[in-house]
T-cell receptor, first 118, second 114 residues
């Protein structure tokens, strides 16, 4: 079974600074997706960024980028120019692309609470 | 695209009572997922539908839990004889049947069992 580990329960950053959230995962599969989701307080979870395992190039979405190290099974999220609105719980998630009935379910890490200081 | 909706948003019930939650997915999405999230933790997969077929159930889904998706549209999650350990946020997500299969989450139903 796949596992996802986020070893930083809490992180903080000053507004306009850069912060990196860590995630490691364990799998024996070669075809999968990795995701970072953001869950603001009392609001629904939204997708921040995704990375397909077959793609070597790290994904980037505006101020958000990832460092995907497939051999090390590491998938960190870098938030540049942090904004107050970035404050939230961030979850790393794994999804297998293998066929069969398990297709699509997400396995989440424990989450990292990000605080942004003005 | 009105997003995934869930009702009720909050439910307080006494131990031993039955509760039912509803999820309305994005209309063109054929896949629907239920997850459970306890305080300070990541969501855990409960079950998954493709159209009206329930294709997988987690071992977390005890026999007190049942989920349906009649006609492949909305879904219901029922918990019978609730226990205090059932207190959690129940999240629903839906997706298209594509390789990317991006899941869109609803706001969740927060269940408190007293």
């Amino acid at each position: 079974a796949q596992t996802v580990t986020q070893s930083q329960p809490e992180m903080s950053v000053q507004e306009a600074e850069t912060v990196t959230l860590s995630c490691t995962y364990d799998t024996s599969e070669s075809d999968y997706y990795l995701f970072w989701y953001k869950q603001p307080p009392s609001r629904q979870m939204i997708l921040v960024i995704r990375q397909e395992a077959y793609k070597q190039q790290n994904a980037t979405e505006n101020r958000f980028s990832v460092n995907f190290q497939k051999a090390a099974k590491s998938f960190s999220l870098k938030i540049s120019d942090s904004q107050l609105g970035d404050a939230a719980m961030y979850f790393c998630a794994y999804r297998s692309n293998a066929g069969g009935t398990s297709y699509g379910k997400l396995t989440f890490g424990q989450g990292t609470i990000l605080t942004v200081h003005p | 695209d009105t997003g995934v909706s869930q009702n009720p948003r909050h439910k307080i019930t006494k131990r031993g009572q039955n509760v039912t939650f509803r999820c309305d997915p994005i209309s063109e999405h054929n896949r629907l997922y239920w997850y459970r999230q306890t305080l300070g933790q990541g969501p855990e997969f409960l079950t998954y539908f493709q159209n009206e077929a329930q294709l997988e159930k987690s071992r977390l889904l005890s026999d007190r839990f049942s989920a349906e998706r009649p006609k492949g549209s909305f879904s219901t999650l029922e918990i019978q004889r609730t226990e205090q350990g059932d207190s959690a946020m129940y999240l629903c997500a839906s997706s298209r049947g594509t390789r990317l299969n991006e899941q869109y989450f609803g706001p969740g139903t927060r269940l408190t069992v007293t």
